[in-house]
């Protein structure tokens, strides 16, 4: 099945494009590293219409501290943090913005930060966190690429907390058989915004898990995609999400499938309580002319657990080969399940505490993948002090998006 998607230039538009051309394929889509060749953003643009686009105009079009910032590093050995100039080689190899936040950070920054992971034979898991919590409240731009060597496994944890008003790229970069798991977590103060891309070149046998957790934030939009530009690499894709009153928490997930035998496995899952408390979640796959043999699946779940929230859920399957093992999705909103919530309060549990006990295993399915029991048991922990701060009531979804399978 292909997914057509058009587009209209609403402003002028660099001298290669300045005639309105409709997008027929997700790679076709307009790049550029100069937030100069976006028109400004106004909502209307299909990468932006499901975004509040007005309380995230600074990240957009206003000037941006694009200097180097504040960060704490725990490394395991043969892993090394240091900030490189613009015109290094390593940047620009994973991607290129597609949209004029991502293009802003781009133009702006004046270092990128470099997390170095070394050849390793030993083939154990080393484990690195990257942590930020002092960001401000001025509009900042940030770049970040992660370079795992040939063979190498790591975990790398990306924690943000406290105040923040950033957008950013980062890289990462996988080398022949490279492993690496990303945890990123989105653990904003209320007021924070934050757009981020995240890039993933994957070369032959390369393979990451990409884990977005979001649990805080005003305005949170994180939009990751994965190259699969080597034979045999895999990409799985994962994410969880918990957003209250009049939060806004977006994801645009792209897995581009380009070279044969690939696999990718996307499944995000969120909840939502409160009134305005919103979620987005966009999931593109494309299948090109050479991914021969590519097996893959994505799907978003939703649970919308009072009135007055809304979860937009738009899977998109693109395939230009008929050579493929399987390719499918799936999409789904609602509300609470009756019969899990009966079969709990059937054995005592009162109604409050089994309303919370199905949210907190419906996220656990994600929080479990990680793979480092004790950030596992900090999250778990965390979203239970989310199920905490309010009661968790029955209800219908306001706007549901239609649930669709493939």
Not at 45 to 64: C, F
Not at 157 to 165: D, K, P, V
Not at 326 to 346: C, P
Request: without cysteine; glycine residues 8%; proline residues 5%.
């Amino acid at each position: 099945m292909t997914q057509i998607e058009t587009t209209q230039t609403t402003a002028p538009a660099p001298t290669h494009m300045r005639a309105p051309v409709p997008v027929q394929s997700r790679a076709e889509r307009f790049t550029s590293t100069e937030v100069s060749d976006f028109p400004a953003v106004t909502g209307r643009e299909p990468m932006w219409k499901y975004t509040p686009v007005a309380r995230i105009q600074e990240l957009t079009s206003g000037d941006l501290d694009g200097s180097p910032y504040v960060y704490d590093a725990t490394a395991a050995p043969g892993v090394t943090t240091a900030w490189i100039p613009r015109d290094d080689a390593r940047i620009g190899a994973a991607g290129t913005p597609e949209d004029r936040a991502s293009a802003n950070a781009w133009t702006a920054f004046e270092q990128a930060l470099l997390v170095s992971v070394g050849a390793d034979l030993s083939g154990d898991r080393r484990e690195v966190t990257i942590a930020r919590t002092a960001l401000g409240g001025a509009p900042r731009a940030a770049h970040t690429v992660v370079e795992v060597a040939p063979g190498a496994v790591a975990t790398l944890i990306l924690q943000n907390t406290g105040s923040a008003h950033l957008t950013e790229n980062v890289e990462f970069l996988l080398g022949k058989d490279a492993d690496l798991t990303v945890v990123s977590l989105q653990e904003w103060d209320d007021d924070a915004l934050h757009v981020a891309a995240h890039f993933a070149e994957l070369g032959e046998g390369a393979r990451i898990k990409h884990v977005a957790i979001t649990l805080g934030g005003g305005v949170v939009r994180l939009n990751p995609s994965a190259h699969l530009a080597g034979a045999r690499a895999d990409a799985e894709l994962l994410g969880a999400y918990f957003a209250d009153a009049t939060q806004h928490l977006e994801q645009q997930v792209y897995v581009y499938h380009d070279g044969p035998e690939t696999r990718s496995r996307v499944s995000y899952k969120g909840a939502l309580q409160g009134e305005g408390a919103r979620t987005v979640w966009i999931g593109d796959v494309l299948i090109g002319p050479k991914a021969v043999g590519t097996d893959t699946y994505e799907q978003n779940r939703n649970l919308v657990l009072t009135d007055g929230a809304r979860a937009d859920s738009v899977p998109n399957l693109e395939i230009e080969t008929g050579d493929i093992v399987g390719a499918g999705h799936a999409s789904a909103t609602g509300r609470f399940d009756d019969e899990q919530l009966f079969y709990l309060q059937s054995r005592g549990i009162p109604e409050e505490e089994a309303r919370r006990l199905v949210v907190r295993g419906f996220l656990a399915e994600i929080v479990q993948q990680i793979g480092s029991p004790a950030l596992q048991e900090r999250l778990q922990a965390k979203i239970e002090d989310e199920l905490e701060s309010s009661t968790v009531t029955a209800s219908a979804p306001s706007a549901p998006t239609a649930g669709a399978e493939n």
